[in-house]
C-alpha cells in the first residue's frame, strides 16, 4: 500500500506553514502539543476492553447500533471531529480508497463518527461521496465513555471566535467539546481488537494496521464459532 495519510497530513501542515499567518499557526501547533503532553492513555479505551451497547444518529436518518454493527462479525469505527475538518476531509477518503474496499470484501462495517449533528455531518459523505458509513454521536456519549474526548484550550477557542463561530455552532452540540481520532476494531464478542487514539489530529492511523487488527477478530471470531459446534 504506497498511499500513505500521515504523508498527506504532513503536507496540509507544510501548506499551512506557506499560507497562514505565523500567529494562528503557533496557535494551532501549541494546542496539538498540549493535547500530546496532557494525553492520559490510561483513559483512552484499549484492547481488551468489553463495548456496552451504544446507538449512533445515521445522516440519512434512523439508528445504527452495536448489535446491528456486530450481527455478522467485526465492525470498525473511526472518529473524527466534524464535516468541515480540513484534516478530516483528507482522511476519510483516505480511508474510503485505502480501508473501504478491503473491510467490504470481508463484510466488515466501517463507520466514521463525529459529534456533529446528522444534518451538518452529512457534508462530509455527500462531497466525498463516501461509500463507508457516517454517523453522529449525540452530545459525545460514546467518545465520552471511550476516553478519547478534548476541549479546546483558550487561544484555540479566541481564535475560533475570531473567525466567527464557535466550534459548538459549527457542530451543533453548543459545547467545545471533539473527539480525538480514533480507530476502535470490535469483535463480535464486542471485545476491543485494536484501539489507536491520536491527540495531534494530524497524525492518525494508516489503513494497514486496521486491516491486520480486522483479519484478526475474524480469526478469533472462527475459533468461537469451531469450539462452540466441537
Known amino acids: 500500500m504506497s498511499e500513505s495519510l500521515n504523508y498527506l497530513l504532513a503536507e496540509l501542515h507544510a501548506e499551512r506553514q506557506r499560507t497562514w499567518a505565523p500567529q ?14 496532557e494525553a492520559d492513555p490510561q483513559r483512552f479505551i484499549k484492547a481488551g476492553d468489553i463495548v456496552e451497547p451504544f446507538a449512533l444518529l445515521k445522516v440519512e436518518g434512523g439508528s445504527l447500533d452495536l448489535d446491528q ?3 455478522k462479525g467485526p465492525a470498525v469505527l473511526v472518529f473524527f471531529r466534524f464535516a468541515g475538518c480540513p484534516a478530516c476531509n483528507i482522511a476519510l477518503p483516505y480511508y474510503e480508497r485505502n480501508l473501504q474496499p478491503a ?24 462531497k466525498h461521496q463516501l461509500t463507508l458509513q457516517v454517523a453522529s454521536d449525540k452530545d459525545n456519549a460514546l467518545g465520552r465513555r471511550f476516553g478519547v474526548l478534548y476541549s479546546f484550550d483558550e487561544a484555540s477557542r479566541q481564535a475560533a ?17 471533539l473527539p480525538q481520532p480514533t480507530v476502535v476494531v470490535i469483535g463480535r464478542d464486542r471485545r476491543v481488537h485494536f484501539a489507536e487514539v491520536s491527540p495531534d489530529w494530524l497524525v492518525r492511523s494508516e489503513a494497514q494496521p486496521i486491516i491486520d487488527a480486522v483479519d484478526s477478530a475474524l480469526d478469533a471470531d472462527s475459533l468461537l464459532v469451531r469450539h462452540a459446534w466441537a
Open 103 to 126: 473491510l467490504r470484501r470481508r463484510g466488515v462495517p466501517l463507520v466514521a463518527i463525529s459529534p456533529q449533528v446528522p444534518e451538518r455531518l452529512v457534508e462530509i459523505k455527500d
Open 161 to 177: 471566535l475570531a473567525k466567527g463561530s464557535s466550534i459548538g455552532e459549527i457542530t451543533g452540540t453548543g459545547t467545545w467539546e
Open 24 to 37: 494562528a499557526l503557533q496557535v494551532n501547533i501549541e494546542q496539538r502539543q498540549r493535547l500530546v503532553a
Open 69 to 71: 454493527l456486530l450481527s
